[in-house]
């Protein structure tokens, strides 16, 4: 009795704070479309844009949105957000883009639904993407627990972290996409957790260490190789569990759980080191790539993604820069033998980033979540939906500023090669070389017009020679605010 007494008791105390709270609607659209020539949209038109461009060379949208942003600076704060796009050169001409609702109480965040994120520690405007998490794919409806912002815990160490559940929503992509007889699975889960450790104090110099790791489980395989069956998936309370220590199946599971740990696992440790000034800053990261246990102990060298960045908050007419190195060439190895009772000996490689051997994979719609220079399979032609190029080394610019207070610019270069994966590895070392050059306009009479002028190209045998120019238009503002 005590116990719903105090549930009531918090509910309309919930009610309360919102109905003083000071309400502000905002409201967004978009209408965005991209012209061109080529098997594919430019690749920097096209990728770390949250899944809403197509990989076809002429598409575009038209997007509206209502949303209500967090009060970081109130004790309690709460959010939600809804968006529709109109889309044409894609599989859906009506979709939902973003549905979700958000609380906040002092530090710790609850977010349910579909909302675009970007990377936790990366650059979103100028940096390739991170390797667990870029915004390259579209939205994974999940639930969210923990503190997204970092939190002082003392006058030196900072802190945040998260745990997610969710779900992949992609039985229709691959029903249109996959040919007859090819392997797929349905009604697959997802899980993700991170934590990074902040250390400063009042010195210029901090540093950041951190582990991003994240699963995909449960669902139905169908088509497998070697098989004429399909392998179900458990998706129970000791699922959920298994993949959040993680830890090996039981009887009850499929043998590829029982021999590895339950779930297709994805993860990363960040380093970052870093100088602050008022008028500039500058830092250094590195997030080592792990697939598995043998590159949890670095057997796979070096692989994952370098960086360095400067920034400033002053109009400069250079405001950011990034320079980063990806590498996924080595991946623990050539080869991988899991021990048996008849050889009982364990050798780990072919780590297969992004891959496995039941599910498609680290992807999600066709594109891929974590970086975009590991191939997305909506780049594919034969209806498979994995990966077919995981070993790439790519070198990537990116910088921005300002023309004119109202007019900015965003430079992005890259070149990347790639060498197949490490079980069907490409006859000849593909390469790419793309590039894109941005402009936006925010002119001071008409507050909240925003107009873009983009220009990309490829060139080179991964995915061919594109070209393509885009136009986009957007206005945002308050719908309406309420008074206290």
Known sequence: MARNKNIIVFFLWFLSQISVAQFALEYDVEANAIAGNGGYAPFYLMNNRQGLVSFRPNNGYLRAGIHKNMESGKRFSYAFGFDMVGAYGRDAPVYVQQLY????????????????????????????????WSGNARPIPQVRLGIPHFVKVTDWLQLKGEISYGAFLENRYQDKHRFDNSMYTRNVLYHRKYVMFKFEKDRP?????????????????????????????????????????????????PGIDQINVVGNHVGSYWLEVGYKQKEWNTRAYY???????????????????????????????????????????????????????????????????????????????????????????????????????SRSRAFHVGADGYIVPELTYRVLVGHQRGWGNPYVPFTHISHEFSTLIDFDYRPKK???????????FDKGTLFGDNWGIQFGVRKEGTLFRSKK
Request: net charge negative; charged share 15%; proline share 4%.
């Open 101 to 132: 609702g958000e609380l906040k109480y002092r530090c710790l965040g609850l977010s349910v639904g579909a909302k675009e994120m970007g990377n936790v520690m990366a650059n979103d405007r100028l940096s390739s993407g991170s390797m667990i």
């Open 446 to 456: 008409w507050q909240g017009w925003k107009f873009n002028l983009s220009g990309a």
């Open 205 to 253: 110099f901090y540093g950041i260490v951190g582990v991003d790791m994240a699963a995909q489980f449960g669902g139905t395989n169908y088509n497998n190789v070697g098989t004429d069956k399909t392998i179900r998936f458990r998706s129970d309370l000791a699922a959920f569990m298994r993949v959040f220590v993680p830890l090996s199946g039981t009887e009850s599971d």
């Open 287 to 389: 997030e080592h790539y792990f697939d598995d246990h043998s590159g949890m102990g670095f057997r796979n060298k070096l692989d994952g993604l370098w960086g360095i960045e400067f920034s400033t908050p002053h109009r400069w007419p250079v405001t950011g820069f990034v320079f980063e190195v990806m590498n996924s060439t080595h991946q623990s190895g050539p080869f991988l033998w899991d021990k048996t009772d008849e050889i009982p000996v364990q050798v780990s490689g072919g780590d297969y980033y992004y891959g496995h051997v039941c599910y498609n994979g680290w992807t999600h719609q066709g594109h891929t979540i974590g970086t975009p220079f590991i191939t997305s399979p909506g780049y594919n032609t034969d209806g498979y939906l994995g990966f077919k190029n």
